[in-house]
């Protein structure tokens, strides 16, 4: 029986890290061309700087870059890790957290290519303003990863948690529905901070004296639009670590999967819409920075708006898991 | 790769309820407000027309974050707040850096550093709201646009706590992972110094940069 389990945690660790590595190529393939295709536009407009050009796209191509190597160390981890076969729940955790990794990976890797891509462009056209924009671009590229590693935060408890003593039949649903939850939901905001990021690089090209604003209403903006995949990882912990009775009953199971899928979705679209949001409270800060103040209230109610459907999910998700 | 997640925890009971400490993200706070306290100390000593280099430092870092915060606040509230949001910066930043130097962990990696700061800037917000609203307008906010949202407006605030803790909490989280297993993979060879670099002085300071920015929306979206 012992024997049974090391077979089956392996096919789960390698269809896991199949999948963390498959579907963590997506994103940053996507952005990385969509930089370099910004920065081809750049240099066909002003030749006299491609080396500028061609050096800040290799660097922002280099930290878009960086979700699909987050998915390559879970992936690695998984292929050639030993892990304890001390319970099926574990077979169901690394698939969990191979899945996890992959789909969080997507959203941080073609948000980050956009902010290189403006960047790029921007340097184009306002050539003294490179250093800045440079430094611009790297804080928005990291802070879109973020998405990404709370998807490695969570694989990796996954991974390494211990499931001798849970029981087998809500904890299987509770696993995939963490990985699930809080992958899904980062895919989003992953996207949804990359407009940000581009909107302030296309601003600070367009009015480099609003560059201080902007950067700031930038991390904001980008903070906030990140508040779905944080729900996200937070219905991922709660299902990791809220434990279930065990039940031979398939409902109870299915009630903590459907959360993990409720809030992952659910996630995605507040993400987004909340990105481009307050990208567009940037975009107009850089063209009127007097009026920041006002843009800035619009733009946060707006954002807090468009976030109520992801605390829907979430009310929705913490039903299905406490109450149902 | 064990020593992952591996918490020494002094646990006691009293009245029956257990309380648990995390001896490792104490020490590390204590030390951490210490260094400020040593930090603050050399700024203000020994004050000059022409400064010494601590006071350089210093006063760039109070009159950069106060401009900030009079910027989103207005004079009246920021001349009460602004120190408490400058204290905070320069405590996030020094946790989240502090990990960079061996044997020392941020204290910033376990949830409840985060967490206890976040419900600070909650209650806070809270208070400013209250105090400048009024009781009975800060209440009706709730019930708006229809009286029947108001449980999903108080989930929305309450969220506000778990974004701006967990955001903070995953990265510091995340990045101290993402060294500890690179580095164990590539046998320590060429590659800690830069990961050492981007996630613990990079996002470190990008994030407590973010943390403090949040709490001061969060009191001004209160106070308006």
């Not at chain 1, 910004?38 to 050009?53: K, M």
């Not at chain 1, 996890?100 to 184009?124: D, E, N, R, T």
């Not at chain 1, 901070?193 to 950067?215: L, Q």
Request: proline share 4%.
């Amino acid at each position: 029986m012992i024997d049974d389990i090391a077979v089956w945690v392996k096919v789960g660790a390698y269809a896991g890290g199949g999948l963390a590595m498959g579907l963590g190529a997506i994103g940053a393939a996507i952005g990385e061309g969509h930089t370099a295709a910004q920065a081809n536009a750049a240099i066909s407009r002003n030749p006299a700087i491609s080396g500028d050009i061609l050096k800040s796209m290799l660097v922002g191509q280099a930290i878009a870059e960086s979700a699909s190597i987050f998915a390559l160390v879970i992936a690695m981890i998984l292929l050639f890790s030993s892990f304890p076969a001390t319970s099926f729940v574990m077979v169901w955790a690394v698939f969990s957290a191979g899945l996890a990794m992959g789909l969080g990976a997507i959203g941080s890797g073609v948000g980050a290519g956009f902010p290189a891509g403006a960047a790029c462009l921007g340097m184009g056209r306002q050539p003294a303003m490179s250093g800045r924009l440079t430094t611009n671009m790297l804080v928005g590229s990291a802070v879109c990863q973020t998405p990404s590693i709370f998807a490695l935060v969570i694989g990796f408890i996954l991974i390494f948690t211990d499931y001798a003593t849970k029981p087998l039949s809500p904890t299987w649903a509770a696993v995939m529905g963490a990985g699930l939850s809080t992958g899904l939901s980062a895919i989003g905001s992953g996207i949804g901070g990359g407009f940000v990021a581009r909107a302030s690089c296309e601003g600070i090209a367009r009015n480099p004296k609003a560059a201080g604003p902007v950067t700031n209403i930038m991390l904001l903006g980008q903070a906030i639009s990140q508040t779905p995949a944080i729900l996200g990882l937070l219905i991922g912990f709660i299902l990791i670590f809220k434990g279930g009775a065990a039940s031979d009953a398939l409902a109870p199971a299915m009630a903590l999967l459907a959360a993990g899928i409720c809030m992952g979705i659910g996630g995605i679209g507040p993400g987004i819409g909340e990105g481009i949001a307050s990208s567009g409270g940037v975009t107009w800060i850089a063209r009127n920075p007097e009026e920041m103040g006002v843009i800035v209230r619009t733009m946060l109610v707006g954002m807090a708006v468009a976030e109520s459907t992801a605390i829907y999910a979430m009310v929705i998700s913490l039903v299905l898991i406490f109450v149902v | 790769m064990q020593e992952l997640g591996k918490i020494h925890q002094l646990i006691f009971t009293i009245a029956g309820y257990k309380l648990t400490l995390n001896l490792e993200v104490m020490l590390m706070t204590w030390i951490v407000i210490g260094l400020l306290i040593v930090f603050g100390w050399l700024c203000a000593s020994r004050r000059a027309i022409v400064p010494n280099r601590f006071q350089i430092v210093g006063e760039l870092l109070v009159s950069k974050l106060y401009e900030l915060t009079e910027d989103a606040m207005g004079k009246t509230l920021a001349r009460t707040y602004a120190p408490m949001i400058v204290a905070l910066f320069m405590f996030l930043v020094l946790c989240n850096w502090i990990g960079i130097i061996p044997h020392m962990e941020e204290p910033t990696k376990d949830l409840n550093t985060p967490l206890s700061l976040g419900i600070m800037g909650f209650v806070i917000a809270h208070y400013v709201g209250i105090k400048t609203k009024g009781f009975k307008a800060y209440i009706k906010e709730y019930f708006e646009p229809m009286f029947f949202m108001m449980p999903l407006n108080l989930i929305g605030e309450l969220a506000k706590i778990v974004s701006i803790s967990f955001r903070l909490f995953g990265n510091i989280m995340g990045g101290s992972i993402i060294i500890l297993v690179v580095s164990y993979l590539t046998y320590n060879i060429i590659l800690p110094p830069f990961l050492n670099a981007f996630f613990g002085l990079f996002v470190g300071a990008i994030q407590a940069f973010v943390f403090t920015m949040l709490t001061v929306v969060y009191i001004s979206t209160q106070a308006k």
